[in-house]
């Protein structure tokens, strides 16, 4: 019996910053409506989805920063998206930015959870690679604060049986890094769910703008090869209170193909019958790390030169 998925990745248009959650979750109710009559059992919404992307601002002011956050999940604006996913008998991934209490502590995070057909939690990621910096920088014609307003993830990347196999997330920057691949493909992940927010300008290498939609495409296709999984990417796309965002959403399959891509910076669903066996085939083969991989050579490796280049 093949364990086809159906799945869609709902990419976002831009949210300007006076749009409300409530205009939001109306917007995501209408892509998960197309997707369940396209017969989609899964759908994959973006990084930070439920506002504009705030970090590309300097906020002083606590409780300014604290509206950007969610205090909790499903909280009164987001409950209409998860009752419409139970009646629909659809699961959903959805990026929103958290604050959780610890100990009385206030904490921030970039986060994403993972949400069953019957409406219940099945998982939560904390982003772990945050890019940017930490403080203001008024030279930049837009600021990146990841690195002040979220701590980062302390979930790990745990791998989860759903859906019919093995499900992982990962948010946005940890897409570059191979780490963070090869930890959810030694878990034996078929399926990477990760949304994003990449603007087209990078202020300290403008020379590479022009390769933005190259690099984003080149992580993604190298994770789902180098694993052997299907990648589900997803962007918040467009031109967001003037800073232009890629689009490029997209699914992958473990082969490294891209079976299914978006065509605009909107909403747009962008859907793919996922066969999560196809991923057998590379874990068995190619890249069957019980065979081939040699990590006993990399420890000697990075032993020996201490990780740093020679002088
Ligand atoms: N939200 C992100 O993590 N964005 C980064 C940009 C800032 C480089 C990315 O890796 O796409």
Redesign the pocket.
Known sequence: MPRILTIAAAQMGPIQRSRSRRDVVERLIVLMRDAAAMGCQLIVYP??TLTA?F?HWWIEDEAELDAWFEQEMPSNETAPLFAEAKRLGIGFHLGYCEIARDAGRKRRF?TAVLVGPDGAMIGKYR?I????HADHEPWRPFQ?L?KRYFEVGDLGWPAWRAFGGVVGMM??????WPEAWRVLGLQGTELVLLG????RH?PTTPQHDRLAEFH?ALSMQAGAYQNGCWVVGVAKAGIEEGIGQIGGSCIIAPTGEIVAQALTEADELVVARCDLDAATPIKQGIFNFARHRRPEHYRMIVERTGATPPA
């Open positions: 990084e930070a992307f970090p970039n982003k690679h945050l890019p940017g990146n990841e948010i946005c920057n940890d897409r570059r994003y927010n990449t603007p990078d984003n």
